[in-house]
């Protein structure tokens, strides 16, 4: 069943001579549960891609639907409960808030949301992140690999349609890298989340079902692996 469509997307940033086409007519599609990697160079646009599939930015054309809603037909307000609900990101640098212990980072979106903690899930991710007895510790006590963990956590939270992750072992060595692989792996096998990974690490890739590989905003491969 598919969860998310991108019809004829483009970006584009200034203008004449100066204009440049981070994304150029691009169009996929995804199934609900899918693993999906997306890979280029660096400046291939695939970061972009991203953050207009969170609706962190908005295209300069083209339209993005996720459970066949229009993301972009929502006003801002409207946008912000969409990024807290539906979309789970993590980042290459954990973003989390330091002065908030790790239950506190892990659950911020619920509260954001002014909706009550999901205790049960709450403990399930905790036990399936191994961070319990990490609960109270703040982010600057964490080494960088459990660090991610969290940020994982916080993006399976309020259990989205999509979990996104933008280069999210760029900061890690090869085992804690490896590791979180196999985690965003293990949700997207447990709570059947469909998830989309930004990567340059085509060993992290070809653990996907499926790869898109992106160049000069264009796409040049759509390769389904299983």
């Not at 990567?199 to 759509?222: F, N, P």
């Amino acid at each position: 069943m598919e969860i998310l469509r991108v019809e004829h997307l483009s970006k584009y940033y200034g203008q004449g001579e100066n204009e440049v086409r981070a994304l150029d007519d691009v169009s996929f599609s995804v199934e609900k549960g899918q693993f999906l990697a997306i890979i280029g160079p660096s400046g291939s646009g695939k970061s972009t891609l991203l953050h207009i599939l969170g609706g962190v930015d908005r295209p300069t054309s083209g339209k993005v639907y996720l459970e066949n809603q229009d993301v972009f037909a929502r006003n801002e307000e409207q946008m912000a409960i969409f990024r807290r609900r539906q979309v789970g990101l993590v980042y290459q640098f954990y973003n989390l808030i330091p002065v908030l212990n790790v239950t506190e980072n892990i659950t911020l979106p619920v509260l954001l949301d002014g909706r009550k903690v999901n205790r049960e899930r709450l403990e399930d991710l905790m036990t399936t992140l191994k961070l319990r007895d990490r609960a109270g510790h703040l982010p600057h006590q964490l080494s960088g690999g459990q660090q991610q963990r969290v940020s994982i956590g916080r993006a399976l939270m309020n259990a989205p349609a999509v979990v996104l992750a933008d280069e999210p072992t760029g900061n890690l060595d090869s085992r804690n890298s490896q590791e979180i692989v196999e985690l965003l792996k293990l949700s997207n096998r447990k709570y059947g989340q469909t998830l989309i990974v930004i990567t340059h690490d085509e060993s992290i890739a070809l653990q996907a079902d499926r790869i898109i590989a992106i160049e000069d905003g264009r796409i040049t491969r759509d390769e389904v692996i299983r």
